[in-house]
């Protein structure tokens, strides 16, 4: 019996301590890897806002595919004249071939000056 209660002791401890191990594992498993950007478009500024001195961030929500091109935007927040700018010049970016599609987020400032 006492060893019973030993090896139940022991297994239970063993569970605990590997699951924030488990934890991370899955997190690193989850979490998209950095791509590097070989081909950057810059965004065209909306003349109206350009000339009125208007400008913003825009954050855009990317999923990259194996091949590296861009193959959907999705934005997050900004201007949405902005944001239409902003995903036509991030639609045509690529990045370098990876084994799996990944998704990132981006951020473009528009500064009028």
């Not at 924030?20 to 909306?46: C, E, G, I, T, W």
Request: glycine fraction near 6%; include cysteine.
């Amino acid at each position: 019996m006492y060893r019973t209660r030993k090896t139940c002791c022991a297994l239970g401890v063993l569970i605990l301590v590997s699951i924030p191990v488990l934890d991370l594992f899955v997190a690193a498993q989850n979490a998209p890897s950095p791509r590097k950007l070989v081909y950057k478009v810059a965004p065209k500024y909306p003349r109206e806002l350009k000339q009125n001195e208007i400008g913003g961030v825009v954050r855009l929500s990317i999923s990259i595919s194996p091949n590296g091109s861009v193959a959907k935007v999705s934005p997050i927040g900004g201007n949405p004249v902005l944001v239409d700018a902003a995903t036509a010049a991030v639609k045509q970016w690529k990045y370098v071939p990876a084994d799996r599609p990944t998704t990132t987020e981006v951020q473009l400032d528009f500064v009028p000056h």
